[in-house]
């Protein structure tokens, strides 16, 4: 799938919208992340660091979301586990068993009460 929306773009739409910010208005968020994966998957080089400076990164946010959803799916037809599926088409656990340090925990802590609110 080939979108015309950058990487940049969609995660800043992320970290504006009401995920991150008090003041910041509603996102599907779950679209924007499956959006966000296809666009990553496509790209020739991801800059991993966008976001730096908040919160978290886009790495730490995806690792963080890939960990929400793996509690939170409802199952191989619901939304939130085609998302956890785009995710795993870029990331990878490995060994880990959950986030790891505080960025990546802060990115499962706000995915998980979005969900939790839906």
């Known amino acids: 799938m080939k979108t015309l929306t950058t990487t940049e773009a969609l995660f800043d739409s992320i970290l504006a919208s009401s995920l991150c910010r008090i003041d910041g208005p509603e996102i599907d968020l779950l679209g924007t992340i499956r959006e966000l994966c296809f666009t990553i998957r496509d790209e020739e080089e ?29 199952g191989q037809a619901s939304e939130t586990y ?37």
Do not use: R
């Open 46 to 74: 991801t800059d991993w660091n966008l976001g730096e400076g908040f919160e978290f990164d886009l790495a730490s946010f995806l690792v963080g979301a890939f960990w929400s959803l793996t509690e939170w799916h409802g």
């Open 82 to 118: 085609a998302t956890l599926c785009s995710i795993g088409e870029i990331f990878s656990p490995g060994m880990t068993s959950g986030p790891e340090g505080t960025s990546e925990q802060s990115a499962f802590d706000l995915v998980s009460d979005y969900i939790s609110d839906k």
